[in-house]
């Protein structure tokens, strides 16, 4: 997955970091996540999303002062991102809806907003108002036999990425990708055994997924082709396989 970057200036920097003014933004090519780094210190970085990712409707009530340090001729130049907040437990990950980023795309000038936490949460819940799909794993998965039943969820317009919550243990929730996004030619034969416990009519019924392990730093997040989740989606009945590890990466890098 390829990346694209812009240098964006903050002249006033970011709340809590008034002495950090020029960051890249870059995201992985279909996104929706986006990555503010610092130049300044390259270790300082935000995870971002785009807002109406996070809420259609969302909109940004600008101050005259505001709107003229942007310089924005139209709507359409104005790029708006809102920091997202991880938690451990995955499923409880939140949005800084209060203190979103405004940037010109045409200049390259942001500036972060400060709104009213009465009416712009702090903390809004990321996958909330997403429908769910009920899957079920007669044989688990890999360290996790018990856990059978599954909730597939994703947040809007975040594709590639999902999200598998054990309905069994909500506390075990697992970042998924859609291969296709990262590997177009990922090919592998179905032994007896799997193909029997699948039941797949035809190709197209099949979702394949990758697990997501997101390090510390996010940019070095990697996808295991050698286990990957089988879904047929007429029956909701799911299967996790293992492959040839010389073949297919444990850990195959999805920034490349």
């Known amino acids: 997955m390829s990346e694209e970057e812009i240098i964006v200036k903050f002249p006033k920097g970011l709340v809590g970091s008034p002495e950090l003014n020029e960051f890249r933004v870059f995201e992985p090519e279909g996104g929706p996540l986006k990555f503010?780094?610092?130049?300044?210190?390259?270790?300082?970085?935000?995870?971002?999303?785009?807002?109406?990712?996070?809420?259609?409707?969302?909109?940004?009530?600008?101050t005259e002062k505001e709107a003229e340090e942007l310089n924005l001729q139209s709507e359409k130049e104005a790029m708006v991102l809102v920091m997202v907040i991880h938690h451990e437990e995955l499923h409880q990950t939140t949005a800084n809806l209060a203190g979103?980023?405004?940037?010109?795309?045409?200049?390259?000038?942001?500036?972060?907003?400060?709104?009213?936490?009465?009416?712009?949460?702090?903390?809004?819940?990321?996958?909330?108002?997403?429908e769910d799909l009920a899957i079920d794993f007669p044989a688990g998965l890999l360290g996790?036999?018990?856990?059978?039943?599954?909730?597939?969820?994703?947040?809007?317009?975040?594709?590639?990425?999902?999200?598998?919550?054990?309905?069994?243990?909500?506390?075990?929730?697992?970042?998924?990708?859609?291969?296709?996004?990262?590997?177009?030619?990922?090919?592998?034969?179905?032994?007896?055994?799997?193909?029997?416990?699948?039941?797949?009519?035809?190709?197209?019924?099949?979702?394949l997924l990758a697990m997501v392990v997101i390090p510390q730093d996010p940019r070095k997040m990697t996808a295991n082709l050698a286990g990957p989740l089988i879904i047929n989606g007429k029956t909701c009945v799911g299967r996790q396989i293992v492959l040839n590890t010389e073949k297919f990466p444990l850990k195959f890098p999805i920034l490349s």
Do not use: W
């Not at 405004?102 to 702090?122: C, D, M, S, W, Y």
């Not at 919550?165 to 179905?190: G, R």
């Open 36 to 62: 503010l780094q610092s130049t300044l210190k390259p270790e300082i970085f935000f995870t971002c999303m785009d807002a109406a990712a996070v809420k259609a409707d969302y909109q940004v009530p600008l």
């Open 144 to 207: 996790f036999p018990h856990l059978r039943a599954f909730r597939l969820f994703e947040p809007a317009d975040s594709y590639p990425l999902k999200f598998f919550q054990s309905a069994d243990d909500p506390d075990i929730c697992f970042t998924c990708i859609d291969i296709a996004s990262i590997q177009p030619n990922y090919e592998f034969s179905l032994n007896d055994e799997d193909a029997e416990a699948l039941a797949l009519e035809a190709p197209e019924d099949a979702l």
């Open 100 to 130: 979103p980023l405004v940037i010109n795309t045409r200049t390259h000038l942001g500036i972060q907003a400060a709104l009213e936490i009465k009416k712009f949460p702090l903390q809004y819940p990321l996958f909330a108002a997403k």
